[in-house]
């Protein structure tokens, strides 16, 4: 009896010892591609920039951020981000509270519909946006009035892009508050605005706290909105760091564009990392049994009404624009137009544009399901020191710091042997796939942490390799959320257009890149060919959300809003 204890222990031990192992093996890869196709290329653009004739040249931060014209820049882009932040909360919060506590016909549809720009490229965001609010927009048309190039744009846009940020991520926890805590707070005299106030609101504010700093993330590094809306007047860190690098050629301005970006971004992730943890502390205290209901009374009519119309005007309304600007010519003129090949901005047909996005997100899904699957299971294993989960907020970094500086910095880093790869295809797919692996991590790493680490711990005593234990315990478990991450990793890899734009090679565009240099080129066949694009591009981005919505499975994890 004592021997058989004994060999169990041991076989413990050894499960364990071999665990740290496994945990470490696991983010060879994942540490090896952040460093080579993220690290390295960053860091080489800004050292072409800051390191002129073997001199670091240090004083030239300041030098920058003297300059009147920089500090405008910083100053719209703080801006701009807090106004988005604000309108998007002030906009979306109502949403929130529908999803959560109402129910009503259509409900699955509605909330597909509002996720549907969270996956949209911004290039196609920005070309809804023009084909309403632009020249010869909707609002033109009617009223005379065009708002492309002023803020307001920018900012609608914005809100249009991100309102199911706040639905998703704030609605998910109201959901699970129960409401009798407030109603008992109204039974002992408090109104009802005191009740939410004292009540709700308080176990709320780590969610709002978390969509907020997922929002002004997402607006300070925004690029093709303000690109494509802002015109000559507006211009976003991100926008100006393009500017710099890719029309004036100030390698030394974009160098410390960047690293005033990417400590704002890191002070950024920071505070979100907070949030997120005190917003898992306070999901352990709240009661996730309360279902929604339909609505009762005229207020609570009035208020699925509104925001049923907000839904409308804000998402479906600039998607519907856009599509019927895409049959302006007569019949399927525009999309006709996009199989011929005319001599001028591409090598091909704009046409085999959609192909070669199809091929190229497909690659760099594969890539971004493989290094995210890898972190996500060394990241999910017990015992997890400082160091892996300071690996992981380092993997969210790409979702923050300038693609227009890994994209440039990618011509720069891997042009020497063994790693050239200016003219190969893979170029697109590892850029895009930096922008896939968080949001493969985000989406596998909550159900990996909810596998009981008892029936791994079981199967290593019993004899079972890692690559057994992950097969036969982990996999069946994930399978859906495996395939929720690639379907992500997919859209996002679709629509990515900040370092595409750069080592996309002309005779093989992608569809973002394809709709931005169409819409740079005057004309109205031009113009409408960027609307078809734009309608394609978005077609195949709803229908891979539409995908991920059948997938999806409900669960005590999932309905805290994660994406």
Request: proline content about 5%; glycine content about 8%.
């Amino acid at each position: 009896m004592d021997v058989a204890r004994t060999e169990v222990r041991s076989r413990a031990a050894r499960a364990v010892s071999r665990s740290s192992a496994v945990r470490l093996g696991l983010m060879v890869l994942p540490v090896a591609f952040f460093a080579l196709f993220f690290a390295y290329p960053v860091a080489a653009i800004v050292a072409r920039g800051l390191h002129v004739d073997g001199v670091w040249q240090f004083g030239r931060i300041g030098d920058v951020l003297a300059e009147s014209g920089v500090r405008h820049v910083l100053w719209f882009t703080v801006w701009q981000a807090l106004a988005s932040t604000a309108l998007t909360l002030l906009i979306a919060l109502p949403g929130a509270y529908v999803f959560a506590r109402f129910e009503f016909r259509g409900k699955q549809v509605l909330r597909a519909v509002v996720t549907v720009p969270f996956v949209l490229p911004t290039v196609v965001v920005g070309t809804a946006f023009l084909a309403l609010l632009g020249r010869g927009g909707l609002l033109d048309e009617l009223w005379g009035v065009r708002l492309d190039t002023t803020v307001w744009a920018i900012l609608l846009a914005h809100v249009f892009f991100n309102y199911a940020v706040v639905v998703r991520t704030v609605g998910g926890l109201w959901s699970q508050l129960d409401p009798r805590q407030e109603e008992a707070a109204r039974m002992l005299g408090a109104s009802r605005f005191a009740a939410w106030r004292k009540v709700t609101l308080p176990a709320l504010a780590p969610a709002v706290a978390a969509a907020a700093l997922m929002v002004f993330l997402f607006t300070f590094t925004s690029f093709g909105v303000v690109q494509i809306l802002g015109g000559p007047t507006f211009a976003t860190l991100e926008v100006e760091i393009y500017r710099q690098t890719s029309e004036i050629f100030d390698l030394s301005t974009a160098a410390v564009l960047t690293l005033v970006q990417f400590a704002a971004v890191g002070a950024i992730l920071a505070v979100h990392a907070w949030t997120v943890r005190r917003r898992e502390t306070a999901l352990r205290l709240v009661d996730a049994s309360v279902t929604a209901r339909r609505p009762r009374g005229a207020g609570q009519w009035a208020l699925l009404a509104g925001v049923l119309g907000t839904v409308v005007l804000l998402v479906v309304l600039p998607l519907a624009v856009l599509v019927e600007r895409s049959f302006g010519a007569p019949g399927f003129g525009y999309y006709e137009a996009l199989t011929n090949d005319d001599g001028g901005i591409f090598l091909v047909a704009p046409i085999e544009a959609v192909g070669n996005s199809l091929r190229y997100a497909l690659a760099a899904t594969a890539i971004a399901v493989v290094i995210g699957g890898l972190a996500a299971t060394a990241l999910a294993r017990r015992g997890a020191g400082r160091l892996v989960r300071g690996f992981d907020a380092l993997l969210m970094l790409p979702l923050g710091v300038s693609a227009v500086t890994v994209g440039f910095g990618f011509l720069i880093a891997l042009d020497e042997p063994p790693l050239d790869l200016r003219s190969s295809w893979i170029l697109v797919p590892l850029a895009q796939a930096l922008v896939g692996v968080p949001f493969v991590i985000r989406t596998m790493l909550p159900v990996l942490r909810a596998v009981d680490t008892r029936l791994r711990e079981a199967a290593a005593v019993l004899g079972a390799s890692p690559w057994r234990v992950w097969r036969e315990v982990d996999l069946p478990l994930v399978r859906r959320a495996l395939l929720i991450a690639a379907g992500f990793a997919f859209a996002v890899s679709l629509g990515e257009f900040g370092a595409t734009v750069f080592i996309a090679r002309p005779d093989n565009p992608t569809l973002p890149v394809a709709v931005a240099r169409l819409l740079g080129r005057p004309g109205d066949l031009n113009y409408g060919q960027a609307m078809a694009l734009s309608t394609i591009l978005m077609v195949v981005c709803a229908v891979a959300l539409l995908v991920l919505e059948r997938l999806r499975v409900p669960s005590r994890a999932g309905a805290t809003g994660e994406f």
